[in-house]
């Protein structure tokens, strides 16, 4: 799995003739930090307050030089929107957090009598920001150090910083481009970098092809091995060892790729060039790479393909690539499956994982994974698109709990989706951008309402 560290700087910003009243709070702003470095969060907290422009410009290059993914700028006391300002002008473009503790309220923990005005001096802070445009790309936080909520807060916005920092350096392969009529996976390499500084590598399919005739014939047959030793091969008469074998060819293909043009995840238009006149899919060496944390999705598809990193940098699990095939008003249900991609390490044991010969004449040759997400799982379910107008983006946030459906395939990998929300499976049908959606274990909605936030993205959210 691709775990990404999220590295963070503090700035504590007071007045120099407020310095003697900032030093009683700093014992408390600096909790802060020690609690972020037992999350597993790189912290840079200088010893000093920022006291003026000079002190904030200093700082803010050196959080620059260390290319921190967030800063916060931690106010305690009455202080100048000025020095913030001075701040934020060298560190433009880095996403951050206004951070206050209000001593006077009711319900504050920290036991400090002296009164300190840092809430005050926040709200001039915030209320200049807001004028520079900055409004909606920032999070306004006031709470105690102590309390679980604020660390929690600022864990999972750091976090989506750091996700962010990644995506700005990541590249993708795509092998071929969109599939068929499938205008919805089309997109504009332009707009792409300019939104998420992602670089797409352009192949085409005869490179991977080459790539295949020259795999290792050994190592094909242990990738082989491995596969059928692991899940469970439903009629070896049908799938035989030798499509295994060209199978564990193809990923080695795919990984000489990712290794020579130096990938984060791959996309291939796969049909028809791949699986019908090639003859192989590439379903079976997809998820062997999302397994191993490198996201490969499918029919050129290229935000489908980001909105899986997304999930799979916020939460280090492997994600499900699937079309929605349908949504149900009796029980509030969507239904999804994949046409036989899916990682074998979802379900709780591989042996649940059902191979089959892919559809020869409907998809052309290959391996499919099969099966059902088990009931009782909190899901996310998530889709970055763009919309209109082009160059406008949303993130479309979908969550819910897993259900068993007799009605989906049993020949391809599936999932049933019961959500919360009064006639949410009708949001759903009336907000939905595309056909394609990236499901990962686990609520990480909040991460995402924060990532649509920071990059200043619409918020679709079906619950």
């Not at 006291?51 to 700028?73: G, T």
């Not at 020259?214 to 242990?222: H, N, P, S």
């Not at 509030?332 to 089959?356: R, W």
Request: glycine share 8%; aromatic share 10%; with cysteine.
């Amino acid at each position: 799995m691709q775990i990404i560290k999220p590295k963070v700087g503090l700035m504590q910003i007071a007045l120099t003739q407020e310095k003697e009243t900032a030093e009683i709070i700093k014992p408390y702003y600096d909790k802060i930090g020690y609690k972020l470095l037992q999350n597993n969060i790189e912290v840079i907290m200088p010893n000093n307050y920022v006291l003026n422009e000079d002190d904030a410009i200093i700082q803010a290059k050196d959080f620059r030089n260390k290319d921190v993914d967030l800063f916060i700028m931690m106010i305690g006391t009455w202080t100048n929107a000025n020095i913030a300002l001075a701040a934020l002008n060298v560190l433009r473009g880095k996403n951050f957090i206004l951070y206050t503790y209000n001593n006077l309220g009711p319900g504050m923990k920290c036991d400090i009598s002296q009164r300190l005005f840092g809430y005050t001096g926040a709200i001039e802070i915030k209320n200049s920001i807001d004028q520079m445009g900055l409004k909606d790309r920032y999070s306004f936080l006031i709470g105690s150090p102590d309390d679980h909520r604020i660390i929690d807060r600022i864990i999972k916005i750091s976090k989506t910083a750091a996700l962010i920092s990644k995506l700005r350096t990541s590249r993708i392969g795509l092998i071929g481009y969109y599939t068929m009529g499938m205008y919805s996976a089309t997109f504009d390499p332009i707009t792409v970098k300019e939104k998420f500084g992602i670089s797409i590598e352009h192949l085409g399919e005869n490179i991977l092809i080459n790539e295949i005739s020259k795999a290792d014939e050994g190592d094909a047959k242990e990738i082989a091995k491995k596969t059928m030793e692991c899940c469970t091969v439903v009629d070896p008469k049908k799938t035989d060892y030798k499509e295994f074998v060209e199978n564990g060819k193809m990923y080695l293909a795919y990984k000489k790729l990712i290794e020579d043009y130096k990938l984060d995840a791959i996309n291939t238009k796969c049909d028809p060039e791949m699986g019908v006149h090639f003859g192989r899919c590439s379903c079976l060496s997809h998820s062997l790479l999302v397994d191993e944390g490198i996201m490969a999705a499918c029919e050129g598809d290229i935000h489908q393909t980001i909105s899986m990193m997304i999930l799979h940098y916020l939460s280090d699990k492997p994600v499900m690539f699937l079309d929605i095939v349908g949504a149900c008003e009796q029980n509030n249900s969507l239904q999804f499956i994949s046409c036989g991609f899916a990682p074998t390490t979802i379900p709780n044991d591989s042996k649940d994982v059902k191979l089959y010969p892919q559809m020869q004449d409907a998809k052309g040759g290959g391996i499919t994974q099969a099966y059902t997400l088990q009931s009782g799982e909190k899901v996310t379910i998530f889709r970055i698109d763009e919309t209109y107008p082009r160059g406008h983006y949303s993130g479309h946030i979908i969550s819910g709990t897993s259900s068993k459906s007799e009605k989906i395939w049993k020949e391809w990998p599936a999932a049933e989706v019961v959500l919360k929300g009064d006639k949410a499976w009708d949001h759903f049908s009336q907000n939905c951008t595309a056909d394609h959606f990236a499901l990962v274990l686990g609520d990480y909605s909040e991460e995402l309402k924060i990532f649509s936030k920071l990059m200043g993205f619409e918020t679709i959210n079906t619950l």
